[in-house]
């Protein structure tokens, strides 16, 4: 799985966030025909629905072509997390219990029926399904189901990178470890009722129930097509898949006719084509040979598309999400474990030209956390560009010169912001070492906790910044590679883990990100945006950064 040190963009990192953390899910098999009264569909829960099937003006049927740099990893949930198959489970072929609304907000119910009852104590959660979700093959997905997707996620052998996500429920980690074979934590009331029970209240459990590797898989389809699955799966979402060609570098996908939100696709074919690079992907959607660019616009590409108002005007539909950069600093170097030398380094970069250089791509922010967060309030200062502030701090440490190396691998923009942060620094009197290498070698790298600078990144996909700091600012952090470690820092995040709110734990985040703040745990450079690009024909576009482009509602106008 990779890092929060990859290349900038959703493309690596949508399901790199908390990988540090156990959280919790279910699972499911079996069908009735006559559901309780608990799986009917509440009229509020209408308005979450993906269409309307007939928005105004919509024309039905037509192709969509999406570009991609590389062939997915596997459309099997449990095993795809690059950006390809990200989009493919999210908003494609599976229907998890709940959906993220809109741009900014938290779960509404999808293959759900209404919102989960929650227990007094905040750790059993019982859930209503729908009784007209189906998988592709005709058959009604029923609790059973969850059941069983969610253990198969916990299987060893299978060695899915989201299994740790299933740690707290009660006996998941005993079936991760061949200890038991079944979760004592999921049960099934009946067909259309989930029921949950977690070790201790978990404030990102109804997040991780919008997760494609949550959603129901049929196991007799599993165990038929075997390590085919990964490639011409079953599943419940949108559109089922009628063609996988990997010489040919493309996948198509039809209308599934019993999808459970009527109306829905308005398209007649979505076709992905890879092995397409970023420079023939720019020449394909302006000559209308593709409709959609997969993983959006890298820098190289936001260049082009954004300096021309006409091209930005055609093409580009920014995309709220929220994500963060900054250098993780290796607190193995002496000097870099005084908290005076991090904050100087803060003091000394000038965001405002940094991230003139990423095209739209990020905007200057001085904190951990992204901009926007549901329902979070600031109480953290950001750092801002004060040269002469940086220059007393490294006088105060009694640092005269600092000599520092700083990695990067060779995607965008990396390079190009290592050269300026260069000269940035070298005005306070630190010297940076650029050192240059392939991708590989560069994660490879960092994972050993060389060097002493390297740029980091990360996009929230569980709306909670609970993500950013399990994964790279705890002491026990998946992606600590630099060794950072707050006593208080620790005791917040697992208090705001265990929170009954999502209220109560961006209450505690808060104090959290002053404390990082104040001790400079990194050099907080940008909070991230989205570029989408697509064809001026494409109407009613959506997308979130977590999930990517929504097909099911967008229509064309040839």
């Not at 979450?48 to 990893?73: F, H, L, Y």
Request: proline share 8%; charged share 20%.
């Amino acid at each position: 799985m990779a890092g929060p040190h990859d290349e900038p963009t959703r493309r690596l990192v949508l399901a790199a966030g908390a990988a540090g953390a156990a959280t919790v899910l279910l699972s499911g098999c079996g069908g009735d025909p006559n559901p309780p009264a608990s799986a009917r569909i509440p009229a509020d829960v209408r308005r979450w629905a993906p269409g309307p099937g007939d928005p105004a003006g919509a024309r039905r049927g037509g192709k969509v072509i999406t570009a991609w740099s590389d062939e997915a990893q596997s459309y099997d949930p449990a095993v795809g997390w690059d950006l390809h198959s990200w989009e493919a489970i999210s908003t494609v072929l599976y229907a998890p219990l709940y959906q993220f609304a809109g741009q900014y907000d938290g779960p509404a119910p999808h293959a759900a029926a209404g919102p989960p009852e929650v227990s007094a104590d905040g750790r059993v959660y019982t859930i209503p399904l729908r009784a007209d979700v189906r998988f592709h093959n005709g058959r009604p997905v029923v609790a059973a189901d969850y059941i069983y997707t969610w253990t198969r996620l916990m299987d060893p052998e299978l060695a899915s990178w989201a299994s740790s996500y299933l740690f707290g429920i009660e006996g998941a980690e005993a079936v991760n470890g061949k200890k038991a074979q079944q979760i004592r934590g999921l049960s099934a009331p009946d067909p259309h009722t989930l029921r949950v029970q977690l070790t201790e209240p978990d404030v990102l459990f109804p997040a991780l129930l919008c997760m494609p590797y949550t959603a129901a898989l049929p196991g007799e389809e599993v165990r038929r097509l075997g390590t085919e699955f990964g490639r011409t799966p079953v599943g419940s979402g949108p559109m089922r898949i009628t063609r996988y060609d990997s010489k040919a570098r493309r996948a198509v996908f039809e209308p599934f006719d019993r999808y459970f939100w009527p109306g829905t696709p308005i398209i007649d074919t979505l076709e992905y084509r890879w092995g397409i690079g970023y420079p023939l992907q720019t020449l394909q959607i302006i000559g209308g040979r593709v409709d959609v660019l997969g993983e959006g616009l890298v820098a190289s590409q936001a260049a082009r598309f954004t300096a021309d108002a006409s091209m930005r005007e055609r093409f580009v539909q920014p995309v709220p999400v929220n994500g963060t950069q900054w250098l993780s600093v290796n607190l193995k170097r002496r000097e870099l474990r005084d908290p005076r030398v991090r904050q100087a380094l803060n003091w000394a970069v000038d965001r405002e030209q940094l991230m003139r250089l990423t095209f739209g791509l990020s905007d200057p922010w001085g904190s951990p956390f992204p901009k926007k967060l549901d329902r979070y309030r600031r109480t953290a200062k950001p750092y801002t560009h004060d040269p002469e502030r940086a220059r007393a701090l490294l006088r105060q440490a009694g640092i005269s010169k600092l000599r520092l190396n700083f990695l990067h691998g060779t995607q965008d923009p990396w390079p190009l912001l290592g050269q300026v942060l260069q000269q940035q620094f070298e005005a306070v009197g630190v010297e940076i070492s650029l050192n240059a290498m392939s991708q590989p070698a560069f994660e490879l790298a960092t994972s050993k906790g060389e060097g002493d600078l390297y740029g980091s990144h990360l996009y929230i996909t569980l709306n909670s910044a609970l993500e950013l700091v399990s994964s790279n600012f705890t002491s026990d952090a998946a992606y600590n590679y630099g060794g950072y470690a707050n006593p208080r820092v620790d005791a917040l995040t697992v208090k705001a883990r265990k929170a009954r709110s999502v209220e109560a734990a961006n209450s505690l985040l808060a104090e959290v990100e002053d404390e990082l703040v104040r001790d400079a745990s990194g050099v907080f450079v940008g909070s991230m945006n989205f570029l989408a690009a697509r064809a001026p024909e494409i109407r009613n576009y959506q997308m979130r950064g977590e999930t990517g482009t929504y097909y099911d509602r967008l229509w064309v106008k040839r």
